[in-house]
């Protein structure tokens, strides 16, 4: 046994030494090689290696046939970052390797030019894939030439402004007689109806994955499919809206399709056939997020050989029991979440298989929790939320949870309860979110990334948790320990915790001061501790969380200034100190915080003049502007990838926020929100001009101070404006013409002010009732009751700028719409779609590696910027 690999490091050695003697690259093919480099853009200098070697057999991602040296392979696969992305123009010189057979140009980035028409004259190439690097256009009808094709990739990359890659017809597709692979990414394949025919052609076919091509129709038009060696289809992401196709059943009937089939992101209807049972070799089944209903097939259960079933997010209906089970040994991956089944099995229950995966949300499986989990001993990710259990966690369970790599526990959104004193947590992701556990704190292991037991009755300090003693350093990113009856001061130990990038503590009973030590939570980016007992200054400390954009300390008993080193902070987007005792000055350099879309400072005590600053809050100065920095109230788990498309809901942030007279919590919709709320202070003076420069403002609340004066007269500009409240201040003067013009004003309170004269008319302003303007004596005019005299009859002149508006306001209604969607499943959907949407397919991630995920990620983000930028390019147009 030991003296095998020895030997065969010996050959090895010798046999690469030997031919490392004997190779010498071609001359022709080097200046080739060079000449292709040549137009190559190459910023991290991957082929410098060109340049220094003699011997272009020792190029990097060049491969030489080990005895003729001719250039046989070329593998320039980009596996990292973009920035190690290749582009530029691929230069014809590439035909004079006339031994070609391998070419991988994927994950580089060529900026959505077409893909040469030339590489269709590479007859030896046997394995091309251009996936992920940014080809656009027509896919040139010259690679059918390519006869000795095995494997083709395309697709995938091009950001939102660069073409996708598209074909007139796939006619072309047909000649490829040695293709055994094909896989295209985002190629739009709208144009031909005849895909099927075409790719069934195909005599060597036996995988083809077709992943978000656009395709509409399965139905084949020639009336059969015959494709005679298939045993992978893959079609997901596409736009199947009817029943699943009967040509399968002929797959099946030939036992051809041995390996998978995936139609999972589709529209399909009806139930799922009988006949798929018949495809007794099927490993791979994956029909999720389609809308399927009926009962599930009883020859569903002979499938013997499946691996991964997935039938998850669709709308069937029917009881599984333990019987349904017998046969499918081999499983490893099951997903019934959302699929509104019943999973109804005995407790004693000893399943056949070893999980590695489970994804059951929402899939009924309570009352009892499900013991016969203490059999798995491989299961990786372990997802029962909201799966209807009203029980205690039974004792072996955190035992068998802190086990092997368990990557996921979510366990939330059900009844569970149970004490977790004393319990080690020793997974990447736990959520216990919205259960009845209570007890002390458990411990962590230094692996946790993510735990989530907000919204439980966890009781007792909360210093022994954050104190002790870890065996290693922390990799906790997200702590949500929100709504518990936590107790007690919050410890000096936060320098155990700083990989935390989100922390809420809010709504426990904490009391004592903010430490200092919060300030080494340099990663910081949400900080949450309102609704506790917490008292003393803000801590200077915090100014060094560099990354903070948002700070809720809402309703506890801090004291002292407003500190003016927040301005330095600027990368806060939403601040909320409301109901606290702070006094003094709300200090200038709070404007500095440009990218500030929500101030509250609310019910506190602090004196002193509004900042005539306010219009350096640019985000509030227009109307629908995105920032980079409103990635602060969305964050994303690692695990929701599935091909390489993130296909889960975004975590979002949440503040309570009083907008238009009543309290409400703002979660999805959160980055829409603009609003300043520095009611119930002592503030006097007037209410600075500057603010009605404030054009996106939505929310204003100056009520309950000692203001003087008049309203600005151009407060009018503030077409955004849909709730304004000044009552309870003293000021005076006539309500200007120009809030005639606010017309989503649909919250006012003007009231117990000395304002006189007539309230202008306008439809907006006459449809509040008459409590938005009494205790204003010298008022008069609808909706009040009290008449105006001659005198006070003056209409003033409207000051509004006749060239401002109509467009504003036009691009505002569309941003209104957007809103009003995102804000409604914000109140309503949120964590519904979230745990819905959630699905995590590592494993089945069967031809795509990691390195899909990075470029993707950074494809996204490129591509909702570019979104940004158009959708602000169109609303200047407008
Ligand atoms: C090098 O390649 C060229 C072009 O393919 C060919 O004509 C020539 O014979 C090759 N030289 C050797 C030494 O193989
Ligand atoms: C050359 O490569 C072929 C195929 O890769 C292999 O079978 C053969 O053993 C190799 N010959 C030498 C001398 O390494
Ligand atoms: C990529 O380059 C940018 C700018 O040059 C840099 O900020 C970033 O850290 C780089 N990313 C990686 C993964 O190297
Ligand atoms: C090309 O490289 C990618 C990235 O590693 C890999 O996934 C793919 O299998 C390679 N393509 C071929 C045809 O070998
Ligand atoms: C390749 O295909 C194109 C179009 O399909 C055809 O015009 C051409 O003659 C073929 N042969 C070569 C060597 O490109
Ligand atoms: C199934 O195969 C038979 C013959 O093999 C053929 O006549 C029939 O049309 C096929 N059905 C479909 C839907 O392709
Ligand atoms: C299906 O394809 C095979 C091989 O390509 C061929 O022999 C057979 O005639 C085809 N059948 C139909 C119905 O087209
Ligand atoms: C399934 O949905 C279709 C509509 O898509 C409906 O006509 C049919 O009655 C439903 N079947 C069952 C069993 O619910
Ligand atoms: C925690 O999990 C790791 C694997 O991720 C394992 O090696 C370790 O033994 C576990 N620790 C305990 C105490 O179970
Ligand atoms: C106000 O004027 C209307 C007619 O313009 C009259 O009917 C009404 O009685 C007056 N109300 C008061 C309180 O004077």
Known sequence: MIVFPLLWFLFSTISTS?????????????????????TLSDPAHRLSSWSTHEDCCGWNGVYCHNITGRVIKLDLRNLGSSNFSLGGKVSPALLQLEFLNYLNLSGNNFGGTPI??????????????????????????????????????????????????????????????????????EVDLQREVHWLESTSMLSSLSELYLVACELDNMSPSLGYVNFTSLTGLSLPWNHFNHEIPNWLFNL???????????????????????????????????????????????????????????????????????????????????????ASLIFKVKSNWVPPFQLEEMWMNSCQMGPHFPTWLETQTSLRYLDISKSGIVDIAPKWFWKWASHIDRRLIDLSDNQISGNLSGVLLNNTYI??????????????????????????????????????????????????????????????????????????????????????SMGSLFELEALHLHNN????????????????????????????????????????????????????????????????????????????????????????????????????????????????????????ENLILVTKGKESEYKSILKLVRSIDLSSNDLWGSIPIEISSLS??????????????????????MKALESLDLSRNHLSGEIPQSMKNLSFLSHL????????????????????????????????????????????????????????GGSEILWFHIGMGLGFIVGFWGVCGALLLKKAWRHAYFHFLYRVKDWVYVAIAIRLNRLQNNLRVFLNFKAQKL
């Open 431 to 516: 959520d216990l979110s919205s259960n009845c556990f209570m007890g002390e704190l458990p411990r962590l292991s230094p692996q946790v990334s993510l735990l989530n037991m907000a919204n439980n009755s966890f009781s007792g300090p909360i210093s022994p948790f954050l104190c002790q003693k870890l065996n290693g350093k922390s990799n906790l990113e997200i702590l949500d320990m929100s709504t518990n009856n936590l107790s007690g001061e919050l410890s000096h130990c936060w320098t155990y915790w700083q990989s935390l990038t989100r922390l809420n503590l809010g709504n426990n009973n904490l009391s004592g001061k903010i430490p200092d």
């Open 116 to 185: 040469p028409g030339f590489l269709g004259s590479m007859r030896s190439l046997t394995y091309l894939d251009l996936s992920f690097a940014s080809f656009g256009g027509l896919i040139p009808p010259q690679l059918g030439n390519l006869s000795n094709l095995q494997h083709l990739k395309l697709g995938g990359g091009v950001s939102f402004y660069e073409p996708q890659l598209y074909v007139e017809n796939l006619g072309w597709i047909s000649h490829l007689s040695s293709l055994e692979f094909l896989t295209m990414y």
């Open 252 to 338: 099946s009937t030939c036992h051809i399709l041995l390996n998978g089939l995936d139609l999972s992101y589709n529209q399909l209807t009806g139930q799922i056939p009988e006949y798929l049972g018949n495809l007794s070799s099927l490993e791979y089944l994956v029909l999720y997020g389609n809308r399927l209903n009926g009962t599930l097939p009883s020859s569903l259960w002979r499938l013997s050989n499946l691996v991964y079933l997935d039938i998850g997010n669709n709308s069937l209906a029917g009881t599984i029991s333990e019987v349904h089970f017998n046969k499918l040994s081999k499983l490893k991956y099951l997903d019934m979440s959302s």
């Open 533 to 652: 007992r917490l008292s003393g200054d803000i801590p200077p400390s915090l100014r060094n969380c560099k990354s903070l954009g948002l700070l809720d300390l809402g309703g506890n008993k801090l004291s002292g200034n407003l500190p003016s080193w927040m301005g330095e902070r600027t990368t806060l987007v939403a601040l909320s100190l409301r109901s606290n005792k702070l006094i003094g000055n709300i200090p200038p350099q709070i404007c500095w915080l440009s990218s500030l879309i929500i101030l509250d400072v609310a019910n506190n005590s602090l004196s002193g003049t509004i900042p005539k600053c306010f219009n350096n809050f640019s985000l509030m100065a227009t109307i629908g502007t995105e920032d980079d920095s409103f990635s602060v109230f969305e964050y994303y788990y690692d695990y929701y990838y599935y091909y390489y498309r993130y296909i889960g809901a975004p975590n979002y």
């Open 696 to 717: 996106g403002l939505e929310f204003l609340n100056l009520s309950c101070n000692n203001l003087m004066g008049t309203i600005p007269e151009k407060m009018g500009r």
């Open 18 to 38: 030997s031919h490392q003697n004997t190779l010498v690259c071609n001359e022709t093919e080097k200046r080739a090689l060079l000449s292709f480099k040549h």
């Open 749 to 804: 309170n003007l009231s117990y002010n000395n304002f006189s004269g007539r309230i202008p008319s306008s439809t907006q302003l006459q449809s509040f009732d008459a409590f938005s303007y009494i205790g204003n004596a010298e008022l008069c005019g609808a909706p009040l009751t009290k008449n105006c005299t001659e005198d006070e009859d003056f209409q003033g002149i409207d000051v509004i700028d006749e060239n401002e």
